[in-house]
């Protein structure tokens, strides 16, 4: 009886999460499209098509600190202002897309070329895609073949498939990351959840230090480090404020309630 009201509790939070904001129910994105962002602050003005950005296939490869703290890019969509000229000078996205950068030993292909040769045009289209590219469509597939499957976002368990090693993403860049000593990683501890029947929420901060650090979530998204200096709630969340700058846009989204929500109801 008591896995019967938790289900009903589970759903119906998550229910109300699709309708929080504004009362309007949000489209579910296709697996593959699922943490795309759309770069588009120049791109349109110069006649070229937005750039468009998969996070899957680059999270495989590197840990989000590396790309948001060492390289510099803003959690917000958009907020980076990326230009050709920056790519050139192997900042941001030309931080590795230089044409010598390599990954695995293969070499990472070059970004942003002003000169107007044919081969230019041809390097712009590896970023700026057409709206619908079936080739994004197939890779993706191809990508997630044998990979721990779950049951929202990019139907992939990117923990688990870190834990098996089934993907190693690279947390330091020769030339860009600065060696530093690692913190000590806190314990796992429970938040008590407010709703009553909803389990409590088991915050691991071993599982976000191995992708994030703690450069990525303290003190821009949460500016207190002790346990309960930061009150927050799911209304909070789901309009991307703290772990909703993560989750619901590129981590798990919010529907996956049993990810947090693991400690059993006493």
Not at 135 to 150: H, M, N, S, T, V
Not at 157 to 175: C, F, H, R, S, V
Not at 228 to 245: A, E, H, L, Q
Request: charged share 25%; net charge positive; glycine share 6%.
């Amino acid at each position: 009886m008591k896995s019967i009201v938790l289900t009903v509790v589970l759903l119906l939070c998550a229910n109300s999460l699709l309708f929080a904001a504004g009362g309007v129910k949000k489209k579910r994105p296709r697996a593959y499209d699922y943490g795309q962002v759309i770069i588009d602050n120049f791109s349109t003005s110069s006649g070229l098509s937005p750039v468009t950005f998969d996070h899957w296939t680059h999270r495989s490869k590197y840990t989000c600190r590396l790309c948001h703290v060492d390289i510099a890019f803003e959690m917000q969509a958009g907020a980076t202002e990326i230009t050709a000229a920056d790519n050139m000078q192997d900042y941001y996205c030309g931080t590795c897309h230089n044409g010598k950068t390599r990954y695995q030993n293969q070499l990472i292909f070059a970004a942003c070329d002003l000169t107007q040769k044919k081969s230019a045009a041809a390097r712009c289209q590896r970023c700026h895609l057409p709206a619908k590219d079936p080739q994004r469509k197939r890779d993706f597939y191809a990508f997630i073949k044998g990979l721990p499957a779950e049951r929202f976002g990019n139907k992939i368990n990117w923990d688990k498939a870190e834990t098996a090693g089934l993907i190693k993403p690279i947390d330091y860049l020769e030339g860009v990351s600065v060696k530093q000593e690692s913190l000590p990683v806190q314990d796992d501890f429970a938040l008590q959840a407010k709703v009553k029947g909803m389990p409590n929420i088991i915050f691991s901060h071993k599982k976000h230090v191995d992708w994030n650090g703690c450069e990525t979530c303290h003190p821009e998204i949460f500016v207190g480090v002790k346990r309960g200096s930061t009150t927050y709630s799911m209304i909070d969340i789901f309009n991307r404020k703290y772990c909703g700058v993560c989750h619901g846009s590129v981590a798990f989204p919010l529907r996956g309630c049993q990810r947090c929500h693991t400690e059993k109801v006493q």
